[in-house]
């Protein structure tokens, strides 16, 4: 399959451009396009085949259901049993934008779109491309990231095509993404309502307005590991994964960098190629094979927006261990941590 690529102005994005890719969802097809937290992979909602041959495309299990898209919050009722004063709430306060809610899903759904489950995740994209394809698609239209299963989601067209070229009909290039993470996934088909992935729009934002907001304590997972064990092989549940080996290493920035200096020493006399993923403020403390800033620690919406391209960057640069920075987890930080920590495979390690 050749994957047709599509240019166009995300700001003002000429409706003529993204005609064809609505016309290739509407007939079925798989067209990967760019929202304001990372690009996704749309196919018809209401088109079981489809949805299947996005799982096969992305490589992804078929018991992990994608987002489901709209234009605006009148799609949202035909789509769910029912909404809640809390959801509409929430619609109100931060749709469109970087949050995804969970419903209980009505009849019409495919069970392909949401996996066999009782519930379906929607959220309203706030980017104009995203907003234009949907409402020339007329229908719903069903986007996990637009990445394989497994590696870190896109924030250019251009880790689009790493992934997915010739494996999906078009790819809609509108330069990178804003935020760089995916967004907030909170699910309100149970109460109290619980944030199940931290993302783009803040914790501390929607507890502003929910205040018995729970936490999924997956969220917060860390588990510490002595360094020994934080190399061995085998590790399970890696996500969002360079080749490398990653290590996280947490606490307050001068023990971080002090810690991360000793482990790049004695790392190199073994032998091994180094990376360390620093910040603004600390990069030029390391005498490591390659350094790379994550942003700013005074700008985590920053970090945000670089994490998915550094950790596909590292890949390119043949390194074996990489360190990387913790930061704390406010804010954005909350969204970046756990995205870092997966990628670790929760190899954490605590600077005093
Ligand atoms: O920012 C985003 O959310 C991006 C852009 C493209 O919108 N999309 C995205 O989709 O990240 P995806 O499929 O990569 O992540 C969807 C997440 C998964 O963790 C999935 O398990 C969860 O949402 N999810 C989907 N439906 C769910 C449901 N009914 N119950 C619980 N979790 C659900
Ligand atoms: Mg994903």
Redesign the pocket.
């Known amino acids: 399959m050749k994957t047709l690529l599509l240019k166009v102005n995300p700001h003002f994005p000429d409706p003529k451009k993204i005609q064809p890719a609505a016309d290739i969802i509407r007939h079925g097809g798989l067209v990967a ?1 760019p ?8 196919a018809d909602a209401f088109n079981g085949d489809a949805i299947l041959r996005l799982f096969e495309a992305k490589k ?1 299990p078929l018991d ?6 709209i234009a605006n919050t009148n799609e949202v009722y035909p789509l769910v049993m029912q909404v809640s004063q809390k959801a509409e709430r929430l619609m109100e306060q931060f749709w469109p934008g ?1 949050l ?1 809610i ?2 209980k ?1 009505s009849s019409d759904v495919p069970k392909e779109t ?2 066999g ?5 929607i ?1 309203i ?1 706030k980017h104009k491309v ?1 907003q234009t394809l949907l409402r020339q698609t007329k229908h719903p239209i069903a ?5 394989l299963s497994g590696k870190p ?1 896109p924030t250019t067209v251009q880790h689009v095509l790493e992934d997915l070229n010739g494996r999906i009909d078009a790819a809609i290039d509108g330069g990178d993404t804003d ?1 760089g ?5 909170i ?1 309100l ?1 149970v109460d109290p309502p619980i944030l ?2 931290p ?2 729009t803040p914790y501390e934002a929607l507890k502003a307005v929910m205040a018995d907001l729970k936490l999924h304590p997956f969220v917060q997972t860390e588990i510490e590991l002595p360094i020994e064990k934080a190399l061995s092989p085998g590790m399970k549940h890696k996500h969002y994964a360079p080749k490398a080996e990653i290590i996280i290493v947490e606490g307050n920035p001068q023990a971080v960098t002090a810690k991360i200096s000793a482990l790049t020493k004695s790392f190199k006399q073994k032998g091994h190629r180094i990376g360390v993923l620093a910040t603004n403020e600390t990069q030029t403390a390391y005498q490591a094979d390659i350094v790379k800033s994550l942003g700013s620690r005074s700008n985590l919406a920053s970090v945000a927006q670089n994490l998915f391209r550094l950790l596909r960057e590292v890949d390119a640069e043949g390194i074996d261990v990489i360190f990387a920075e913790g930061v704390p987890t406010e804010g954005m930080g909350l969204a970046v941590m756990n995205r870092l920590r997966k990628a670790s495979g929760y190899h954490i390690i605590k600077a005093e």
């Open positions: 396009f929202t304001e937290t990372v690009y996704g992979l749309g992804r992990n259901p994608p987002i489901i898209h970087p995804t969970i419903f899903h949401v996996a489950l009782d519930t379906i995740a959220r994209p995203a986007a996990p990231s637009a990445n989601s935020i993470v995916e967004s907030t996934v699910d088909s199940l992935r993302g783009g």
